[in-house]
C-alpha cells in the first residue's frame, strides 16, 4: 500500500490530521523564495505557508518526478523542506535525508514525519505481514535525532501522535480512546506517529593554532666564497 493510497483509509485520515496540525504550525511563520514537499503528491502539507513558489517532488506524479535520495535541485537552494514519511518508504533512507538536508539553505526548515518503531502500529504492521508495505520500519525517535545532528540540524521541536489501536474500525478507536490519555501519560514514547521540525545550521570551524614553544633558531649566515 503506497502512502497515498494509506491516507484514504480511516485509519490513515486519522494520521493526516495529527501530521497536518503539527507541520501547518511549525511552517507558518517560515518565510523565503521556495517551499519544497518530498513526497505524498496528492496532499498539500504546504498549504498554510506563504512562500510564493512551492513545488511537490515524488516519483509518481509531481512537479518534480524524481526519488528523495537523488533530488535535482541545487544545494542551498531551498528555503522550507517538508517531507511526509519519506524515510519509511525510501531504499535509501539515510542517504534521502542527506540529499534533502543539503538542498536546504543554511537557517531553512525542514520538518518530517514517520512511523514510530516503538509503537502499537508497528506491531500491528508486522502482525499484518508488512501491510503497509513500509520499508524501514525501525525508525525511532532516538535514530532521528542523531541522525539529524551528525548532519547539521537543529532540532526546533519534535512530538508524537496517535496513541489509539491503529485500526481501520472507527467503533473501536472510539471504544478505546483512552489510551491516548494513558499513553501519552505513562507511555509518552509509544506514539505512532514521529514529527520533527528543524532548521539547518552551519557548522562551526575550529582553527587549530600551532605550538610556538620551542625558540627558533636564527639560520648562520653563510660566507661568500671568493
Known amino acids: 500500500m503506497h502512502l497515498n493510497d494509506f491516507y484514504k483509509t480511516s485509519l490513515g485520515i486519522s494520521f493526516l490530521n495529527i501530521e497536518k496540525k503539527f507541520i501547518y504550525d511549525s511552517i507558518d511563520e517560515v518565510f523565503g523564495f521556495y517551499a519544497i514537499q ?50 519509511d518508504f525510501s531504499k535509501y533512507p539515510q542517504e534521502s535525508l542527506r540529499e534533502i538536508i543539503r538542498v536546504l539553505k543554511p537557517g531553512g526548515h525542514l520538518v518530517i514525519t514517520l512511523f514510530n518503531y516503538y509503537s502499537l502500529f508497528s506491531i500491528f504492521n508486522v502482525l499484518r505481514s508488512n501491510h503497509y508495505k513500509i520499508i524501514n520500519n525501525k525508525n525511532t525517535v532516538s535514530r532521528i535525532k542523531d541522525w539529524l545532528k551528525l548532519l547539521n540540524v537543529r532540532l526546533v521541536s519534535s512530538k508524537l501522535g496517535f496513541y489509539n489501536l491503529p485500526v481501520e474500525n472507527n467503533n473501536l478507536i472510539n471504544k478505546f480512546i483512552f489510551l491516548e490519555h494513558v499513553c501519552q501519560r505513562w507511555l509518552p514514547f509509544t506514539g505512532s506517529i514521529i514529527m520533527m521540525h528543524g532548521v539547518k545550521t552551519i557548522s562551526s570551524i575550529n582553527l587549530i593554532k600551532p605550538s610556538w614553544n620551542k625558540k627558533l633558531k636564527k639560520k648562520e649566515k653563510l660566507s661568500t666564497v671568493r
Open 38 to 87: 518530498v513526497g505524498a503528491y496528492s496532499h498539500n502539507f504546504l498549504n498554510s505557508n506563504r512562500i510564493k513558489d512551492k513545488f511537490v517532488v515524488d516519483k509518481f506524479s509531481s512537479d518534480i518526478i524524481a526519488e528523495s535520495y537523488s533530488l535535482p535541485l541545487e544545494s542551498d537552494s531551498v528555503d522550507l523542506l517538508v517531507a511526509p514519511h519519506i524515510l
